[in-house]
């Protein structure tokens, strides 16, 4: 129960964004009061200075991600939750308990209060399922046209209390690879509910934070040698990054790879490898031969890692290279790709 | 002298952005060795990791800004510089050290490299010159139409070393109001760069890093009550927060506030009150009696606080409004403006 005497509650009496409310004056402050601080209120944003102030004492983590994803509402999430999950997951992924995020908003002259009342109570509510604060922000307003309702930057700060030493150079010869539940489907999901390619599917983003599941695995694998969520191309993509930093060939099995059957079918359909479609709630993990075992245990026994599995091992060569063996037998190169056949999924 | 092993220099071949460079696969990644490695190039930043590690231990401070200024290129600065000094900045009016900054690009389709290796080299420069490092970052693309050319936001965190309490509730009556600097020079600049105006004026951006300046002032005067950096909505809505903020009055007399000539002329031929247009290398200090002389004295003997000047002071009432004696020996309220004369200038 908050005893704090508040006169005079700020409310948006418009309905759709305006320049003034990015000008820093009166408007600005109302939308500050009345959307962000009422949906994120925690004693460091209160003030509303220009910065948060905190103590803080050790190793710590920081990043930052833009997040433009089109469109704004998709089964399973929006660009709040996913702003939230994608700076928490940033921070994870490097051992640490994510504390303070920041948020930056550019926000479309003419985005619906509504809209955006949505996404920052979808960013509130990811924040407090993830134990994290949102304690600074800014808002801007460009012109109608000049973005699409919003762009969402986050930031975040997080300390590493574990003894932990990761990193993408640290992967070597007979390491298992994991990943942390089926994948694809955060991508999938936004593609389709652009509507525009006549599929339709019960796919939903897998948007999620992963610190409560990498603390699972990192208290189980001591011989975790690197953590990577995989947001824009995908698995594929974080595989072909750890072999190129660590110098080794990575060979993954295709059967071995955890792909729900609709997101399977619509890649099918689409002749998309579900290697390189985005999640945003699962990571791939290297851990040492002793641990692969332990670490795969640790991750079933929580509902968020049930379907984790180990998909491959860590080979001297082909150096920098990813192989996957197919349901055939056969081996391809898993290649990074150029572009992306989903733009904006993030 | 770096001993790094460098065996292939990235480069960027394309003139032109493309939606590839921002779908996180090999074209990112060739943007973001090519330009924004080799700019900022720092020990932290080069594993390329997704976050940032390092040690810490203290009071901390942590902000963030958008920017979106409009044109991206303008006298005495740039997108690249602003996004740099106004984290910077946001950091040092709470007393803080600044450290490390994020930055996360939200590109337009089609922007010329040129012009964003161009903005980048900017940044790195206006790091170097305030002593940051830029340690994480992220890099999206929108399509053509749907960003003007490139929003940076970035983030900073910085450690308190000062034993300082600052906030902007603790103005009390009696206390000096002072700026480091000649006003509304930046939101001048930025909109007669725009060449909408028909007016031709020699207006320099007043951007830069105050940490240096805020040392000398903190150094000088223990009595500093709270600092601001005054931007959108400029001084005068700086003012109207404290005010509101510690339930004081606070008069200024307009012939002691700092405006250099040209930037006068511009805003008489404009009707645009000076209070009321951005600074981005200036601040607002609220300071005890005691130490208004030496605060005064230790901003005025650095090059970048010749033009500093104690503007007004703090009084009992009426509480939460800003007057100013004009020159003609008048008193007019100084309101905080629900828009902005000038939108979009940081």
Known sequence: MSTT????????????????????????????????????????LEPLEDQAVFDITGRMAFTTDAHVVRPL???????????????????????????????????????????????????????????????????????????????????????????????SVLAR??????????????????????????IEADVRSDTAPLHGLIGALLDAAPSTRCLRDATRGGVGTVLNELASASRTGIIVSETAIPVNNQVRAVCELLGLDPLQVACEGRFVAIVGPEDADAALAALRSRPDGAQAAIIGRVEPEPAGTVLVRTAFGGKRVVLTPTGDPLPRIC
Do not use: W
């Open 5 to 44: 005497i508040r006169p005079r509650r700020a409310r948006v009496r418009e309905k759709q964004i305006t320049m003034a409310h990015g000008a820093g004056g009166g408007a600005t402050r109302t939308l500050v009061e009345a959307l962000f601080l009422e949906a994120f209120r925690n004693p460091l």
């Open 73 to 167: 509402f998709f089964p399973g999430g929006d660009i709040g939750s996913l702003s939230v999950n994608g700076t928490v997951n940033d921070l994870a992924v490097s051992g640490a308990r994510p504390l303070y995020l920041s948020a930056a908003f550019i926000l479309e002259e003419g985005l619906a209060v509504a809209d955006l009342s949505q996404i920052v109570m979808s960013m509130a509510e990811a924040a407090r399922a993830a134990g994290v604060s949102i304690v600074t922000g800014d808002t801007k307003v460009v012109e109608r046209g000049k973005a699409d309702g919003c762009y969402i930057t986050t930031a975040g700060v997080g300390v590493i209390e574990r003894p932990v030493v990761l990193g």
């Open 173 to 198: 010869p007979g390491d298992a690879v994991l990943v942390s539940g089926p994948i694809a489907e955060h991508g999938v999901a936004v593609m389709l509910a652009r509507g525009e390619l006549g």
